[in-house]
């Protein structure tokens, strides 16, 4: 849950009024002490509490009853039969104060939502109350039976309370998403949109939910009225986080959302911040990650258009971002339909991408520089790419990739260097089916450097993928040109079945280079 990447103290700060009042409640047994004055006065306040703000404090209770649960778990594991006691009375003031808090903000909540809370209050109530007797027994054969009710009752209390907070975080769903459809001004569309985003950053379970209540709808609403036109980067930016679930595609595809975003590409009065967050909705919704893509229909008949906007918006990026946010989508649709990569041969891609990696404004990292070779190694299966990448000094750039290092030294990015390593090597080997390729890539010197691939595993990161790449590389080149390895990097790397050559390789120690 996104709540928990946050600095400790800050986390600390914000859970310490959740904490106190809990405290609070454990000594109030839950009886309010305010005269009818202050009662009045506590609704006027929180009626002003929006849909986000119920949203926020559901989750951050949310969080600590679950937290709380899962030590009880530990403890009770570890037979701490106080603590889990001493827990126990915190989880049912935590759910005593959650269901308070919720009722006073939202006020208009329904039978089904009375009834889960009737009941996971009793539920709260017999495990506080079987736990209680525990602390009382010493007999460890009737605590060792009592262990087994007492993980029961929790996983009981546990599917109460999971279907208590999903009913309320679809109902205050429900309500964020009227609101943005009901919007007739910038200002509430703008926060309401925002409310919505923040929550497609706690996980895929509310994207889902999003998605199923309409979230979809709504955003494109705004996304087809030019009044919104200055909210549209960021409503764009709400679709594609949605768009990392299959039921948020779905429902893309059912309201014409290709279309729209077809649409927003190719209108050149749209500011690049624009085009590139539309770019990134298509990248999210072609991700190969996701099995639903093979059904949009509806993506191959805008398909030309789409293509041919994404590549303007990869040759006139003005930064690395929007560059690398262009170059994902065609990377992504080259997997998605090999047409594409026709659409691409034709438009001239090789060339505009090529030039593009000389330029480091654009492609100013190793994940821009995957989606480049990316995009090159699923056009190389084309005999008429090897042309466009002579004539565009490819094999050079080809070449530069086999090098690629991390230079933060972070796991995302050395993983990136190995994806560019291991596709730099594919599209050389598939390239050099074409004599004129092969003979540039030997006078560049790559038969040294991916044999250099191939026995040093520090070179490759130790990546299994890299030496199989540069194994099917190597022994393409070497057909042309046998003489440009020594004896032993020929009996090693080139004679045997590549299944041996590999098992050698991951066997070799450093010093043997």
């Not at 004055?37 to 609704?43: R, V």
């Not at 594609?240 to 590409?265: F, T, Y």
Request: aromatic residues 4%.
């Amino acid at each position: 849950m996104h709540l928990i990447q946050v600095d400790s103290v800050q986390r600390w700060m914000e859970d310490l009024k959740l904490m106190t009042d809990c405290e609070c409640m454990c000594v109030l047994q839950s009886k309010p002490i305010s005269i009818e004055e202050d009662a009045e006065s506590e609704c006027s306040l929180s009626s002003q509490h929006t849909a986000c703000d119920n949203l926020q404090l559901l989750l951050k209770r949310a969080w600590i009853i679950s937290t709380e649960l899962t030590r009880i778990v530990q403890k009770l594991e570890k037979n701490k039969w106080q603590r889990v006691h001493s827990m126990t009375v915190r989880v049912n003031c935590h759910v005593r104060s959650m269901i308070n808090e919720y009722n006073t903000f939202t006020r208009n909540s329904w039978d089904e939502m009375h009834q889960y809370e009737k009941v996971l209050v009793e539920k709260c109530s017999e495990l506080t109350t079987v736990t209680e007797r525990c602390i009382q027994i010493e007999d460890e054969q009737i605590l060792k039976s009592m262990k087994i009710c007492i993980n029961d009752a929790l996983t009981t209390v546990a599917h109460y309370f999971g279907q208590l907070i999903e009913l309320s975080l679809t109902h205050e769903i429900k309500n964020l998403i009227r609101e943005i459809d009901s919007s007739d001004n910038l200002y509430s569309a703008e926060s309401s949109t925002n409310s919505l985003f923040s929550l497609t950053q706690e996980g895929t379970h509310l994207c889902r939910i999003i998605a199923k209540e309409g979230g979809i709808v709504a955003l494109f609403k705004i996304c087809r009225q030019d009044c919104f036109r200055c909210l549209y980067p960021q409503v764009l930016k709400t679709l594609a986080s949605i768009c990392c679930v299959e039921e948020g595609v779905q429902q893309l595809e059912k309201v014409d959302g290709i279309l729209c975003l077809a649409e927003i590409l190719t209108d050149s009065t749209h500011p690049q911040t624009t085009h590139a967050e539309a770019a990134a909705v298509i990248a999210q919704i072609t991700s190969p990650h996701l099995s639903i893509t093979e059904h949009l229909s509806s993506f191959l008949e805008n398909m030309e258009e789409i293509v041919t906007a994404l590549l303007k918006l990869c040759q006139e990026a003005t930064s690395g971002e929007v560059f690398l946010l262009a170059s994902a989508a065609l990377a992504n649709i080259t997997f998605f339909d090999t047409m594409a990569c026709e659409m691409l041969l034709q438009l001239n891609a090789v060339n505009i991408l090529l030039t593009a990696c000389g330029d480091k404004q654009r492609v100013d990292s190793p994940y821009s520089r995957d989606q480049v070779v990316t995009i090159l190694a699923n056009m190389s299966v084309l005999d008429q790419c090897a042309s466009d990448i002579i004539e565009g000094n490819g094999v050079q750039v080809l070449m530069e990739m086999l090098f690629q290092k991390s230079s933060s030294g972070n796991s995302p990015e050395i993983a990136a260097c190995e994806r560019v390593q291991q596709k730099a090597a594919v599209t050389l080997a598939r390239l050099s089916r074409d004599p004129e390729v092969a003979h540039a890539a030997i006078k560049l010197s790559c038969i040294p450097r991916l044999t250099e691939l191939c026995r040093s595993p520090t070179e490759r990161n130790n990546s299994d993928s890299v030496l199989v790449a540069s194994l099917a590389a190597l022994r393409r080149l070497a057909v042309m040109s046998p003489d440009g390895l020594q004896e032993s990097d020929f009996q090693q790397l080139v004679k045997p079945r590549l299944v041996d050559s590999f098992l050698l390789c991951t066997n070799m120690e450093e010093s043997f280079v």
